[in-house]
């Protein structure tokens, strides 16, 4: 098969035998730019109640959990949050609230 022939993805076909996917150009970076002011509903972090699980990292999509060198949670990125509340929905211990923006 040559690479530009496009193969229809089957049950009886594998990932060696699919066409290969494109490639994103990520020379565009959400970091250079403040969309946290967004937000309706912000985080709030409680590092008293937090037990530095971190399971708030992963499933943050703007990456808005900070994090230092030992792993360890400090905070919240308040310049790119968006105030989707899924940080403190997964966490276990309710070491984020979330509160209406202020």
């Known amino acids: 098969m040559s ?4 193969r229809d993805i089957r049950p009886d076909v594998n990932w060696k035998e699919i066409t290969p996917g494109g490639v994103i150009d990520s020379s565009g970076n959400a970091h250079l730019f403040k969309t946290g002011d967004w937000r309706s509903m ?5 590092e008293e109640k937090c037990k530095q699980c971190l399971l708030c990292n992963p499933v943050c999509p703007d990456s808005s959990i900070k994090v230092n060198e030992e792993g360890k949670m400090t905070g919240i990125d308040y310049d790119h949050c968006k105030g ?3 940080c403190a929905k997964v966490c276990p211990f309710k070491a984020i609230d979330f509160v209406e923006e202020v």
């Not at 690479?3 to 496009?6: C, F, H, I, N, Y």
């Not at 912000?42 to 409680?46: F, V």
């Open 84 to 86: 989707c509340g899924v």
């Open 42 to 46: 912000k985080p709030i972090w409680n």
């Open 3 to 6: 690479k530009k022939e496009l």
